[in-house]
């Protein structure tokens, strides 16, 4: 089993930056890609941006280059992810959610965090 955890998110003005980070604990040596999701009101999930387990990332072209997903620490049975928001825009408001995809994919979710730009 793995569990994530998010935290940061908040309100910031338009161009302004934040960084969240989502604490996977449990098997995380069997966790495949951990991810950033939104959820904005009204509508569906989208994809922000992801990691592998080797480094690879995807970003959305909506965030490419103003967004980065990084791995900051992998110890004591936990591995955090963060996604460095900077430049941030008046569409970028939403609930966010971590991801992990681990074993045959199987999926956990963070509960989400609530990300608001004031123009």
């Known amino acids: 089993q793995v569990q994530v955890v998010e935290s ?19 098997s995380i040596f069997s966790i495949n890609t951990m991810g950033w999701y939104r959820q904005a009101p009204g509508k569906e999930r989208e994809l922000v941006a992801s990691i592998t387990s080797g480094g690879s990332t995807n970003d959305a072209d909506s965030v490419k280059g103003r967004f980065t997903i990084f791995t900051i620490s992998i110890e004591n049975a936990k591995t955090t992810v963060c996604l460095q928001m900077n430049s941030l825009k008046p569409e970028d408001p939403a609930v966010y959610y ?10 956990s979710w963070g509960q989400g965090t609530q990300v608001t730009v004031s123009s």
């Open 8 to 26: 940061g998110g908040g309100l910031v003005q338009a161009g302004g930056s934040l960084r969240l980070s989502c604490a996977a604990s449990g």
């Open 98 to 107: 971590c991801n992990a995809r681990w074993s045959i994919l199987r999926d």
